[in-house]
């Protein structure tokens, strides 16, 4: 039976959560007489992990105990803890010479746990190399591993280990040096040995770590093809993998891969499809094997033989046909193979019209669900009611006609698609505005969005249903009325009626929708005119975004905004900073009419927001003359700790032009400034202006 004071600490660590006193009564028994009680308390700091740190001091005065099962707690419980035992790891460091193989072990996985504060310790962790136990080899060579290029000074000391006798050493050997990168380039020659080990773990390794030296593994291609026959599926996999990594000098070893094409394995029958594709023009000769496999009962070799295919090029041109077969298969991911590569190096060849197919149909997004027939001249079935084609077949616009029928379709599914695909022809919809026009009042949001879109596609062509287009300002749907907003704004001046229910939309619930408004308001320029006084009614609104979208509103209008130019003065005072900004850069839109205020602008450079401050900078310099009153204001920027800042002054000051003179030098001083963009800045001042 367990004593009391041993079932009184594990108690305790079920009350981590539930009381702050567990954890200092834990810790009194780390001096316990008894070394099971010190064991369970170990333990018991331990399940805190980092919540422990205040007790790591305590701990590690338990690394010197003489009982080895509390030492190895310790060394666990401090690994536990992260980069906060990076203090202590002198004191871990020094376990590395335990007696105990178990309290080694753990002393170098722990110190591999401190992050950057294990370097200093490498050494002794390279040490542990020639330990007795094949465990902390193993250990020591992860952790070393995983140093990356800090370890390249132990890379000799990693080879070595490759002739250990224990296979778990030998495969931690591999990997050590293939973490080092090309830095391993100089033992390529020992890890090609360990292509004949007798554990398969190893050899699988080996092929791995040859793969990933690329260019310098060449000489040991023949030797990595050996593996292809490998009886461990793993390693003929990551044989035929690092061979396609290879790229040309895998080249003469071609056939050998193709002959995995029939591998008993799934997986190395799709990695040979694969290979062959990155080995490219290289495995022309083995074209017909490749386009063999577009028929293959697996998907996923089926998938790689016809991306393999596509790295082919002009070699590849016999089986276009086949690779078009693949756009009707069941499996999503052939057909997006499928699309890809008629959409590119294969696209000339293929049928007509699926010549014209295009990347840009997202398959398995966002599919294009207009039923097509014969009357379109080409149809990829996707599933067993619907009949999709890419966008792209439709560019010269020979079925634009057949599209527009469905807009009748019974199925609402297919209505909205085929308003889908009407917004995507652009221009080539033209003839069927109307009918567009028509699903602007649809039941769907989706497919009034679609509508909405495909109108402005449409350009000019539009404009007879801009009234139409105008009344889905006041859609439900948010997208519908940004779209709304969006059209608008493309149609120009025939939008001009319609600008006071854009101006409305400033005050719209939905963010897009205001932001979509500032920006119609802008295209509409000065047919924004009459409804100007209706913007600047809304400098006084309580929403901040909605004074600071009616700020850059009028800003729009430059110098047509000059009547305001009181009212935009007035917001350089309000609460928001955005508000603040967009005044300080309409004012600036009004050129010469905002002369009368280059003071109050200065008095923003003062500002408590940085994008104030920089605002100010740059308006003043767009005032040119107008604002070499406040040259010096604008010099005292160029210290500013914000680059930007400093950038505007520069440039400021040099649309000064001979006004800047006495700031000469202290343009001269941000040559040498941190930021290159400021550097620049002052090199166009000095060079334009002085």
């Known amino acids: 039976m367990r004593d009391v004071k041993t079932v009184s600490v594990e108690a305790l660590e079920r009350l981590w959560d539930h009381t702050t006193l567990g954890s200092v009564a834990v810790e009194a028994r780390l001096d316990h007489a ?69 309290v080694r072990r753990a002393a170098v996985d722990t110190l591999g ?16 190399l020639a330990d007795g136990d094949a465990e902390v080899r193993r250990a020591a060579l992860w952790e070393l591993g995983r140093l990356g290029e800090h370890a390249v000074p132990y890379a000799v000391a990693f080879a070595e280990q490759l002739e250990d006798a224990n296979a778990g050493v030998r495969c931690a050997a591999v990997v050590a040096l293939e973490n080092l990168g090309r830095q391993a380039a100089p033992h390529a ?69 193709v002959a995995r094409l029939e591998d008993a394995h ?50 590849a041109a016999p089986h276009a046909g086949a690779i078009a077969a693949r756009l009707e298969h069941a499996d999503i991911n052939v057909r997006r193979a499928a699309v890809d590569l008629s959409a590119g190096s294969m696209q000339r060849h293929m049928p007509s019209p699926l010549q014209r197919l295009g990347r840009n149909m997202p398959i398995n997004v966002r599919r294009l669900t207009v039923e097509l027939d014969e009357e379109c001249g080409a149809h990829v079935t996707l599933d067993a009611r619907v009949v ?11 079925h634009a006609g057949a599209i527009a029928a469905r807009l009748e379709h019974a199925d609402a599914n297919v209505r909205r698609a085929a308003v889908d695909a009407l917004r995507r022809l652009g221009e080539h919809a033209a003839p069927h505005v109307g009918a567009i026009a028509a699903r602007l009042e649809h039941a769907v949001s989706i497919v009034r969005w679609a509508a909405v ?24 749907d948010a997208d519908v009325r940004e779209a709304a907003v969006n059209a608008l704004g493309r149609l120009g001046e025939h939008a001009a009626p319609h600008a006071g229910a854009i101006v409305a939309r400033l005050e719209d619930v939905d963010v897009a929708v205001r932001w979509a408004a500032v920006e119609a308001l802008k295209s509409l320029g000065e047919h924004t005119m009459p409804h100007a006084g209706a913007i600047a009614a809304q ?104 680059a930007d800042v400093r950038r505007s002054a520069v440039e400021a000051l040099g649309s000064l032009g001979l006004h800047a003179a006495p700031h000469a030098g202290a343009i001269v001083a941000r040559l040498e400034d941190t930021d290159a963009g400021v550097r620049v800045a002052a090199e166009q001042a000095l060079e334009f202006t002085f």
């Open 34 to 102: 008894d070394a099971v009680v010190r064991r369970s308390a170990v333990e018991a700091l331990g399940y805190l992990e980092e919540r422990a740190a205040p007790h790591a001091g305590a701990l590690v005065a338990r690394l010197e105990d003489a009982d080895t099962e509390v030492r190895l707690g310790v060394v666990e419980a401090m690994g536990c803890l992260g980069e906060q035992a990076a203090p202590y790891a002198g004191a871990i460091a020094a376990r590395l010479e335990d007696a105990d193989a178990g």
């Open 113 to 128: 746990s401190l992050g950057e504060a294990v370097e200093p310790y490498a050494g002794a962790i390279a040490a542990r």
């Open 189 to 257: 020659g020992a890890i090609a040995a360990r292509l004949e080990d007798a554990h398969a773990d190893v050899r699988r390794s080996a092929v791995e770590a040859l793969g990933s030296l690329g260019e310098h593994a060449a000489p040991r291609a023949g030797a990595i093809a050996a593996r292809l026959e490998d009886a461990h599926a793993d390693v003929r996999r990551s044989a035929v993998e690092a061979l396609g990594s290879l790229g040309r000098h895998a080249a003469p070893h071609a056939g050998a891969i």
């Open 266 to 315: 799934a997986g190395v029958r799709t990695s040979a499809v694969e290979a062959l594709g990155r080995l490219g023009q290289h495995a022309a000769p083995h074209a017909g094997d490749i386009g063999a496999r577009l028929e293959h009962a697996d998907a996923n070799v089926r998938r790689s033989a016809v991306a393999a295919l596509g790295r082919l090029g002009e070699h």
């Open 388 to 398: 999709a084609a890419p966008l792209n077949i439709f560019d010269e616009s020979p």
């Open 453 to 476: 879109e495909a109108l402005r596609g449409l350009g000019e062509h539009a404009a007879p249903h801009a009234g139409a287009i105008a009344a889905r300002l006041e859609d439900a």
């Open 539 to 642: 400098l006084e609104h309580a929403d901040a975004e909605v004074r600071a979208l009616a700020v850059e509103a009028l800003g729009s209008l430059a110098e047509h905004a000059a009547p305001y130019a009181v009212a935009l003065l007035e917001q350089l005072e309000d609460a928001d900073a955005e508000v603040r900004v967009a005044g300080v850069d309409a004012l600036g839109s009004l050129g010469e009419h905002a002369a009368p205020y280059a003071g109050a602008i200065a008095a923003r450079l003062e500002d408590a927001d940085a994008v104030v401050r920089e605002a100010a900078v740059h308006t003043l310099g767009s005032l040119g003359e107008h604002a070499a009153p406040h040259a010096g204001a604008i010099a005292a920027r160029l210290e500013h700790a914000d």
